[in-house]
Protein backbone atom coordinates (compact mmCIF):
# COMPACT_ATOMS: atom_id res chain seq x y z
CA UNK A 1 0.00 0.00 0.00
CA UNK A 2 3.26 2.12 0.83
CA UNK A 3 4.37 1.94 -2.37
CA UNK A 4 1.30 2.48 -4.39
CA UNK A 5 0.68 5.46 -2.53
CA UNK A 6 3.94 6.87 -2.23
CA UNK A 7 3.46 7.48 -6.12
CA UNK A 8 0.75 9.57 -5.62
CA UNK A 9 0.76 12.97 -7.77
CA UNK A 10 2.56 14.98 -4.72
CA UNK A 11 5.77 13.23 -5.24
CA UNK A 12 5.75 13.25 -9.11
CA UNK A 13 7.00 16.37 -10.57
CA UNK A 14 4.28 17.88 -12.57
CA UNK A 15 6.24 19.51 -15.01
CA UNK A 16 4.76 22.94 -16.37
CA UNK A 17 1.70 21.83 -18.03
CA UNK A 18 -0.95 23.96 -17.89
CA UNK A 19 -3.39 21.28 -17.79
CA UNK A 20 -2.51 19.84 -14.36
CA UNK A 21 -2.56 21.92 -11.23
CA UNK A 22 0.31 22.43 -9.02
CA UNK A 23 0.91 22.37 -5.59
CA UNK A 24 3.44 25.10 -5.48
CA UNK A 25 0.71 27.65 -7.85
CA UNK A 26 -2.59 26.32 -6.02
CA UNK A 27 -0.73 27.66 -3.49
CA UNK A 28 1.06 30.91 -5.04
CA UNK A 29 -3.07 31.33 -5.55
CA UNK A 30 -4.31 31.52 -2.28
CA UNK A 31 -1.36 33.73 -1.20
CA UNK A 32 -2.85 36.21 -3.76
CA UNK A 33 0.44 35.44 -5.99
CA UNK A 34 0.80 35.92 -9.77
CA UNK A 35 2.44 32.73 -10.60
CA UNK A 36 -0.33 30.38 -11.69
CA UNK A 37 -2.85 29.18 -14.38
CA UNK A 38 -6.02 29.00 -14.90
CA UNK A 39 -6.22 25.14 -13.69
CA UNK A 40 -4.59 26.35 -10.45
CA UNK A 41 -6.66 28.77 -9.73
CA UNK A 42 -10.08 26.53 -10.54
CA UNK A 43 -8.67 23.92 -8.07
CA UNK A 44 -8.66 27.17 -5.46
CA UNK A 45 -11.98 28.21 -6.29
CA UNK A 46 -13.22 23.94 -5.55
CA UNK A 47 -10.92 24.74 -2.44
CA UNK A 48 -12.96 27.51 -1.56
CA UNK A 49 -16.45 26.26 -1.80
CA UNK A 50 -14.66 23.77 1.06
CA UNK A 51 -12.98 26.41 2.86
CA UNK A 52 -14.27 29.94 2.32
CA UNK A 53 -11.44 31.76 4.09
CA UNK A 54 -8.52 29.48 2.25
CA UNK A 55 -6.33 32.46 1.55
CA UNK A 56 -6.43 33.04 5.61
CA UNK A 57 -5.01 29.65 6.08
CA UNK A 58 -2.20 30.11 3.61
CA UNK A 59 -1.26 33.49 5.31
CA UNK A 60 -1.23 32.00 8.88
CA UNK A 61 0.92 29.58 7.08
CA UNK A 62 3.42 31.49 5.38
CA UNK A 63 3.78 33.91 8.76
CA UNK A 64 4.35 31.21 10.84
CA UNK A 65 7.23 30.43 8.36
CA UNK A 66 8.26 33.81 8.59
CA UNK A 67 8.24 34.38 12.48
CA UNK A 68 9.82 30.89 12.72
CA UNK A 69 12.76 31.87 10.27
CA UNK A 70 13.19 35.23 12.07
CA UNK A 71 12.97 33.24 15.73
CA UNK A 72 15.90 30.51 14.78
CA UNK A 73 18.35 33.40 13.44
CA UNK A 74 18.15 36.27 15.41
CA UNK A 75 16.99 34.04 18.65
CA UNK A 76 18.49 31.14 18.22
CA UNK A 77 21.67 32.16 15.69
CA UNK A 78 21.50 29.51 13.29
CA UNK A 79 23.48 30.41 10.40
CA UNK A 80 22.15 27.72 7.79
CA UNK A 81 18.63 26.77 6.48
CA UNK A 82 17.27 24.02 4.59
CA UNK A 83 13.81 24.60 3.39
CA UNK A 84 12.24 21.83 1.87
CA UNK A 85 9.62 22.49 -0.76
CA UNK A 86 10.02 26.32 -0.56
CA UNK A 87 7.90 26.94 -2.97
CA UNK A 88 7.04 30.17 -5.27
CA UNK A 89 8.68 33.19 -4.06
CA UNK A 90 6.48 35.49 -3.01
CA UNK A 91 6.79 38.57 0.08
CA UNK A 92 9.10 37.57 2.73
CA UNK A 93 11.43 34.37 1.59
CA UNK A 94 13.08 32.14 4.05
CA UNK A 95 16.61 33.83 2.65
CA UNK A 96 15.49 37.39 2.81
CA UNK A 97 14.09 36.97 6.74
CA UNK A 98 17.37 35.44 7.03
CA UNK A 99 19.79 36.94 5.88
CA UNK A 100 18.60 40.45 6.81
CA UNK A 101 19.34 39.69 10.23
CA UNK A 102 22.91 38.30 9.46
CA UNK A 103 23.96 38.15 5.62
CA UNK A 104 26.62 35.47 5.99
CA UNK A 105 23.26 32.61 6.45
CA UNK A 106 23.05 30.14 3.90
CA UNK A 107 20.02 28.75 2.55
CA UNK A 108 19.30 25.97 0.50
CA UNK A 109 15.95 25.64 -0.81
CA UNK A 110 14.53 22.11 -1.89
CA UNK A 111 11.60 21.57 -4.68
CA UNK A 112 10.74 19.66 -7.54
CA UNK A 113 8.11 21.82 -9.20
CA UNK A 114 10.02 23.04 -12.20
CA UNK A 115 7.88 26.93 -12.35
CA UNK A 116 9.20 27.05 -8.44
CA UNK A 117 12.85 25.72 -9.28
CA UNK A 118 12.69 28.98 -12.68
CA UNK A 119 11.47 31.19 -10.64
CA UNK A 120 13.72 30.35 -7.69
CA UNK A 121 16.80 30.44 -10.03
CA UNK A 122 15.83 34.04 -11.30
CA UNK A 123 15.37 34.97 -7.57
CA UNK A 124 18.75 34.04 -6.76
CA UNK A 125 21.24 34.97 -9.56
CA UNK A 126 22.49 38.07 -7.46
CA UNK A 127 23.02 35.80 -4.04
CA UNK A 128 25.80 33.65 -3.25
CA UNK A 129 24.10 32.62 -0.12
CA UNK A 130 21.26 31.13 -1.67
CA UNK A 131 20.64 27.75 -3.65
CA UNK A 132 18.12 25.86 -4.54
CA UNK A 133 18.26 21.98 -5.37
CA UNK A 134 15.75 20.17 -7.41
CA UNK A 135 15.02 17.24 -5.24
CA UNK A 136 12.49 15.00 -3.98
CA UNK A 137 11.44 16.35 -0.14
CA UNK A 138 9.70 12.65 0.86
CA UNK A 139 13.49 11.19 0.28
CA UNK A 140 15.81 12.61 2.82
CA UNK A 141 19.03 10.75 1.53
CA UNK A 142 18.28 12.89 -1.73
CA UNK A 143 18.06 16.40 -0.18
CA UNK A 144 21.40 15.35 1.76
CA UNK A 145 23.05 14.32 -0.83
CA UNK A 146 22.22 17.04 -3.16
CA UNK A 147 25.70 19.17 -4.31
CA UNK A 148 23.93 21.97 -2.49
CA UNK A 149 23.67 20.74 0.90
CA UNK A 150 27.05 18.73 0.82
CA UNK A 151 28.54 22.21 0.11
CA UNK A 152 26.71 24.54 1.65
CA UNK A 153 25.67 23.15 4.68
CA UNK A 154 27.83 22.14 7.48
CA UNK A 155 26.70 18.81 9.41
CA UNK A 156 29.27 19.83 12.55
CA UNK A 157 26.83 22.86 13.20
CA UNK A 158 23.22 23.16 14.14
CA UNK A 159 21.06 23.20 10.76
CA UNK A 160 17.39 24.77 10.40
CA UNK A 161 15.22 22.47 8.70
CA UNK A 162 12.19 23.54 7.65
CA UNK A 163 9.24 21.20 6.57
CA UNK A 164 6.45 23.95 6.33
CA UNK A 165 3.46 22.95 4.24
CA UNK A 166 4.74 20.14 2.48
CA UNK A 167 4.33 16.70 4.84
CA UNK A 168 0.32 16.92 4.21
CA UNK A 169 0.87 16.64 0.80
CA UNK A 170 2.57 13.23 1.35
CA UNK A 171 0.09 10.60 1.89
CA UNK A 172 1.64 7.30 2.67
CA UNK A 173 1.18 6.18 5.76
CA UNK A 174 5.14 6.02 6.77
CA UNK A 175 5.29 9.70 7.25
CA UNK A 176 6.83 9.88 10.33
CA UNK A 177 9.74 7.68 9.39
CA UNK A 178 10.19 10.21 6.94
CA UNK A 179 10.68 12.89 9.61
CA UNK A 180 12.63 10.50 11.38
CA UNK A 181 15.39 10.02 8.59
CA UNK A 182 15.97 14.16 8.40
CA UNK A 183 15.92 14.14 12.46
CA UNK A 184 18.42 11.30 12.43
CA UNK A 185 20.53 13.14 10.00
CA UNK A 186 20.43 16.82 11.79
CA UNK A 187 23.59 17.25 14.39
CA UNK A 188 22.69 18.18 17.79
CA UNK A 189 21.41 21.63 18.36
CA UNK A 190 19.28 21.68 15.43
CA UNK A 191 15.70 22.80 14.68
CA UNK A 192 13.00 21.78 12.79
CA UNK A 193 9.92 24.57 11.35
CA UNK A 194 7.32 22.13 11.03
CA UNK A 195 3.27 23.36 9.92
CA UNK A 196 0.73 20.86 8.54
CA UNK A 197 -2.82 20.58 7.80
CA UNK A 198 -4.54 19.69 11.08
CA UNK A 199 -7.43 18.55 12.12
CA UNK A 200 -8.69 19.27 15.32
CA UNK A 201 -10.90 16.29 15.97
CA UNK A 202 -13.69 18.91 16.58
CA UNK A 203 -17.42 17.88 15.18
CA UNK A 204 -17.33 21.76 14.30
CA UNK A 205 -13.81 21.80 11.97
CA UNK A 206 -13.60 18.19 10.99
CA UNK A 207 -15.67 17.77 8.28
CA UNK A 208 -14.27 21.02 6.62
CA UNK A 209 -11.04 19.63 6.73
CA UNK A 210 -12.75 15.87 5.22
CA UNK A 211 -14.52 18.08 2.46
CA UNK A 212 -10.83 20.63 1.69
CA UNK A 213 -9.71 17.03 2.00
CA UNK A 214 -11.80 15.55 -1.11
CA UNK A 215 -11.59 18.78 -3.08
CA UNK A 216 -7.72 18.35 -3.24
CA UNK A 217 -7.61 14.70 -3.93
CA UNK A 218 -9.86 14.58 -6.66
CA UNK A 219 -8.60 17.82 -8.18
CA UNK A 220 -5.53 17.98 -10.80
CA UNK A 221 -3.25 19.08 -7.81
CA UNK A 222 -3.40 15.50 -6.30
CA UNK A 223 -3.13 15.40 -2.43
CA UNK A 224 -3.33 16.92 1.00
CA UNK A 225 -3.89 14.96 4.25
CA UNK A 226 -5.55 16.69 7.29
CA UNK A 227 -3.91 14.76 10.34
CA UNK A 228 -4.79 14.51 13.61
CA UNK A 229 -2.60 16.18 16.66
CA UNK A 230 -1.19 12.60 17.73
CA UNK A 231 0.01 12.22 14.03
CA UNK A 232 1.51 15.88 14.11
CA UNK A 233 3.48 15.29 17.17
CA UNK A 234 4.50 12.13 16.34
CA UNK A 235 6.48 14.20 13.61
CA UNK A 236 8.70 15.63 16.32
CA UNK A 237 9.79 12.54 17.66
CA UNK A 238 13.08 12.81 19.09
CA UNK A 239 13.24 16.42 19.59
CA UNK A 240 12.63 18.97 22.15
CA UNK A 241 9.17 21.51 21.33
CA UNK A 242 10.03 25.14 22.06
CA UNK A 243 7.47 27.13 23.43
CA UNK A 244 5.21 28.76 21.22
CA UNK A 245 4.82 31.54 23.34
CA UNK A 246 4.89 33.03 26.85
CA UNK A 247 3.20 30.89 29.25
CA UNK A 248 2.22 28.12 26.47
CA UNK A 249 3.58 24.72 27.12
CA UNK A 250 5.38 23.67 24.55
CA UNK A 251 3.02 21.73 22.05
CA UNK A 252 1.51 21.44 18.65
CA UNK A 253 -0.06 24.71 18.46
CA UNK A 254 -2.12 26.74 15.41
CA UNK A 255 0.18 28.55 13.17
CA UNK A 256 -1.19 32.03 14.10
CA UNK A 257 -0.86 31.05 17.86
CA UNK A 258 2.72 30.52 17.80
CA UNK A 259 4.81 33.37 18.64
CA UNK A 260 2.14 35.86 17.47
CA UNK A 261 3.14 39.13 16.03
CA UNK A 262 0.48 40.78 18.37
CA UNK A 263 -2.59 40.47 20.03
CA UNK A 264 -5.65 38.69 18.32
CA UNK A 265 -8.43 41.28 18.17
CA UNK A 266 -10.66 38.55 16.92
CA UNK A 267 -11.61 35.09 17.31
CA UNK A 268 -9.49 33.20 14.65
CA UNK A 269 -12.12 32.04 11.71
CA UNK A 270 -12.33 28.33 10.74
CA UNK A 271 -9.82 28.03 8.14
CA UNK A 272 -7.20 29.56 10.42
CA UNK A 273 -8.17 26.83 12.92
CA UNK A 274 -7.17 23.70 10.79
CA UNK A 275 -3.38 24.41 9.97
CA UNK A 276 -1.45 23.07 13.19
CA UNK A 277 2.79 23.66 13.85
CA UNK A 278 5.65 23.47 15.79
CA UNK A 279 9.27 24.06 16.21
CA UNK A 280 11.58 21.43 18.12
CA UNK A 281 14.84 21.05 18.86
CA UNK A 282 17.46 18.09 18.68
CA UNK A 283 18.51 17.78 21.92
N1 LIG B 1 7.04 25.98 2.35
C1 LIG B 1 6.32 27.01 1.63
C2 LIG B 1 5.39 27.72 2.56
O1 LIG B 1 4.98 27.10 3.55
O2 LIG B 1 5.06 28.89 2.36
C3 LIG B 1 5.57 26.46 0.43
C4 LIG B 1 4.60 25.31 0.72
S1 LIG B 1 3.76 24.69 -0.73
C5 LIG B 1 2.17 24.36 -0.01
C6 LIG B 1 4.45 23.05 -0.89
C7 LIG B 1 5.69 22.99 -1.76
O3 LIG B 1 6.23 21.66 -1.72
C8 LIG B 1 5.45 23.30 -3.24
O4 LIG B 1 6.33 24.29 -3.66
C9 LIG B 1 5.71 21.98 -3.96
O5 LIG B 1 6.28 22.16 -5.25
C10 LIG B 1 6.68 21.31 -3.01
N2 LIG B 1 6.68 19.86 -3.15
C11 LIG B 1 5.61 19.01 -3.11
N3 LIG B 1 6.00 17.75 -3.27
C12 LIG B 1 7.36 17.78 -3.42
C13 LIG B 1 8.35 16.77 -3.61
N4 LIG B 1 8.03 15.49 -3.66
N5 LIG B 1 9.64 17.17 -3.70
C14 LIG B 1 9.98 18.47 -3.65
N6 LIG B 1 9.08 19.47 -3.44
C15 LIG B 1 7.79 19.12 -3.35
Wanted: aromatic residues 8%.
Amino acid sequence: ANMEKAAAPSSVPVGVDPNRASIARVYDAALGGKDNYEIDRQVLDAIKRAVPEVRDMAWANRNFLIRAVRFLSDHVGIKQFIDCGSGLPTAENTHQVAQRIDEETRVVYVDNDPVVLAHGNALLVDNDRTWIADADIYQPRQVFEHEFVREHIALDQPVALLHVSTMHHYLGDDYADVMRDYIDRLPSGSYVAFSHFYDPEDPALSPIARHMEQEMLGSPMGSGAFRTREQLLEMADGLEIVQPARGVEPDLVLCDEWWPNGPHLEPLNEAQRIIGCWVARKP
